[in-house]
Nanobody
Framework: VQVVESGGGLVQPGGSLRLSCVVP????????AYWFRQVPGKERELVAT???????IYHDSVKGRFTISRDNAKNTASLQMDNLKSEDTAVYYC??????WGQGTQVTVSS
């Protein structure tokens, strides 16, 4: 069963986007949630993690700009991305243990 990501798009440097990840079923509250990103030719990179209790960890490159959150009632994990930079351009994926990878959502930061 796949997760479903959405919310990507084209944004200018300094802009914001909010990504969402809907997790089918009713077990989301039992799992950590992760956001990864990938650019062509590079390995998938872990951007942010949120535990079942809401504790968060971020990659150094996004600290202070990105915020990961979860809504267990809606089976949704989100990634608020502010002050976006061109180097944030990538396909973003949500990862939930025991679920298949989704299709990802493209984020392009360009003027």
């Amino acid at each position: 069963v796949q997760v479903v990501e959405s919310g990507g798009g084209l944004v200018q440097p300094g802009g914001s986007l909010r990504l969402s990840c809907v997790v089918p079923g009713h077990r989301f509250s039992l799992y950590y949630a992760y956001w990864f990103r990938q650019v062509p030719g590079k390995e998938r990179e872990l951007v942010a993690t949120i535990s079942t209790s809401g504790a968060t960890i971020y990659h150094d490159s996004v600290k202070g700009r990105f915020t990961i959150s979860r809504d267990n009632a809606k089976n949704t994990a989100s990634l608020q991305m502010d002050n976006l930079k061109s180097e944030d351009t990538a396909v973003y994926y949500c990862r939930i243990p025991n679920y298949d990878w989704g299709q990802g959502t493209q984020v392009t930061v360009s003027s």
